[in-house]
């Protein structure tokens, strides 16, 4: 008997207490008043999809008439059309595809290396008090340092080339998953992990059934203000040292003052980072349903 309650009590701490759900109710599914309470799904996501749309649109149609009308001059500001055939125009000769390719690949790897180093250092720092006094102080330092101001140095030790771009991307992207972790793991609630060591939890069977379940929200979050922060980088990677990309299209295109390109490359930056955070947006539901 006593060797069925120590297996099925810390189940009830590492599930109910910290997803929020009552003692008994099987994980991943809603309890009473969630599913009687909750709207339908569908309904919802037609509602977001359309009403996130009415800005942009709204926008597009006031461009559209300060710059055909002339109450801005074309010289300053573009038509979308102008825009438009300015995308089609680079996109015939191959050059779009191949800039937004490059710029998402050194995005999404400079974001992956900071994230993991963001994740395994935030560990160290909110589980470990020596962690904290040792790791925290240098890295709260670090942080306050501008993102232009690592790139003479990241140039005069890599070049121009791709690793100065990706660790640039990479400082970018570890902070903010680094600071969200750090302090998401200092305020776990100390009851739950003191229940759960009554019942002889510790160490790793100790964080994946009670520590991780409650900051898997504020992970995700951190992940996402990571990589908004890695197109930051990007751009200014490429706006300093690059020869192609959309962070280089910015530039070149300023220095031949073509503004519809500008335009466009601010653009296709916003949509790639939308893009991008809608995909980790998924991510945040499969990993909320799994884990808290």
Known sequence: M??????????????GPVAGRPNGAPQGSPSGADAITRPPLTG???FIVVGGAVLP???LLAWHFVSTTGIVPVSQLPSPEMVWLAGV????RGVLGLYVAISTQRVVIGFLFGAVIGLVLGAVVGLSRLGDVLLAPTLGAIRAVPSLAWVPLLILWFKIGEESKIILIAIGAFFPVYTVVAAAL????????EAARAFGLRGIRLFASVQLPAVVPSVISGLRLALAQAWLFLVAAELI?????LGFLLTDSGQIGRIDRIILAI???????KLTDSLLGLFERWAVRRWA
């Open 2 to 15: 006593s060797t069925h309650y120590e297996l099925a009590i810390p189940e009830q701490v590492a599930s």
């Open 44 to 46: 919802r996501r037609w």
């Open 57 to 59: 649109l709204v926008l």
């Open 89 to 92: 125009d680079l996109a015939e």
């Open 186 to 193: 200092r305020h776990v609630d100390r009851r739950l992990i």
């Open 241 to 245: 040292a690059s020869s192609m990309g």
């Open 267 to 273: 653009i296709m930056l916003a949509i790639l980072g």
